[in-house]
Nanobody
Framework: QVQLVESGGGLVQAGGSLRLSCAAS????????MGWYRQAPGKQRELVAT???????NYGDSVKDRFTISRDNAKNTVYLQMNSLKPEDTAVYYC?????????????WGQGTQVTVSS
């Protein structure tokens, strides 16, 4: 089992920045990919960014060149630096990880943190 706790959400004006953090605990030795997803009211959950244990990154099209994902494997923590925020970035942001061994992979989610961008 892996537990994820997000922090860093809040209210920011358009053009501003926020940094989200997600700390993992439990069976952290089994963690592979870590990432961020978001869900706005009335919309499906969508990919924001992921990062593998080796540092390979993947971004959703809407956040490329504005958001940066990083991780500290020693601290079992993943970060999301969000710059040039837009009102359409308003959503609940969820931390996610894929963890497992022996051919089995499990997906874990955090409880989510609200990000609100005012115009």
């Amino acid at each position: 089992q892996v537990q994820l706790v997000e922090s860093g959400g809040g209210l920011v004006q358009a053009g501003g920045s926020l940094r989200l953090s997600c700390a993992a605990s439990g069976s952290t030795f089994s963690i592979n990919t870590m990432g961020w997803y978001r869900q706005a009211p009335g919309k499906q959950r969508e990919l924001v960014a992921t990062i593998s244990s080796g540092g390979n990154t993947n971004y959703g099209d809407s956040v490329k060149d504005r958001f940066t994902i990083s991780r500290d494997n020693a601290k079992n923590t993943v970060y999301l630096q969000m710059n040039s925020l837009k009102p359409e970035d308003t959503a609940v942001y969820y931390c996610q990880t894929l963890a497992g061994s022996g051919g089995l992979t499990y997906q874990y989610w955090g409880q989510g943190t609200q990000v609100t961008v005012s115009s």
